[in-house]
Nanobody, 121 residues
Framework: QVQLVESGGGLVQPGGSLRLSCAASGSIYSISVMGWYRQAPGKQRELVAAITSSSGNTNYAESVKGRFTISKDNAKNTVYLQMNSLKPEDTAVYYC??????????????WGQGTQVTVSS
């Protein structure tokens, strides 16, 4: 079993900032990619940002480029999402996602429970 614990969501005014954190624990042999997805009401879940564990390569949705920054702490199996210049359209439930291996031969993919981000005045 792999557990992901998210924190950092909340209510913020347009133009404000929030920082999300996601810590992974449990049966983890290695992690290859960590990322954040979001799902707004009535919409499909979409990738916000992802980062590879080994090289630190990042990938962002076009809508958040230049405003959001994903980072990681490999020693803590933790991924962060710094969100600046937030807009009302960023309002969604944000989910952490981790991909890797549970042991030397078993793939692992886990999701966090989700944290609500609301951008409103």
């Amino acid at each position: 079993q792999v557990q992901l614990v998210e924190s950092g969501g909340g209510l913020v005014q347009p133009g404000g900032s929030l920082r999300l954190s996601c810590a992974a624990s449990g049966s983890i042999y290695s992690i290859s990619v960590m990322g954040w997805y979001r799902q707004a009401p009535g919409k499909q879940r979409e990738l916000v940002a992802a980062i590879t564990s080994s090289s630190g390569n990042t990938n962002y949705a076009e809508s958040v480029k230049g405003r959001f920054t994903i980072s990681k702490d490999n020693a803590k199996n933790t991924v962060y999402l710094q969100m600046n210049s937030l807009k009302p359209e960023d309002t969604a439930v944000y989910y952490c996602n981790v991909n890797g291996l549970r042991n030397s031969y078993t793939p692992m993919r886990a999701w966090g429970q989700g944290t609500q981000v609301t951008v409103s005045s």
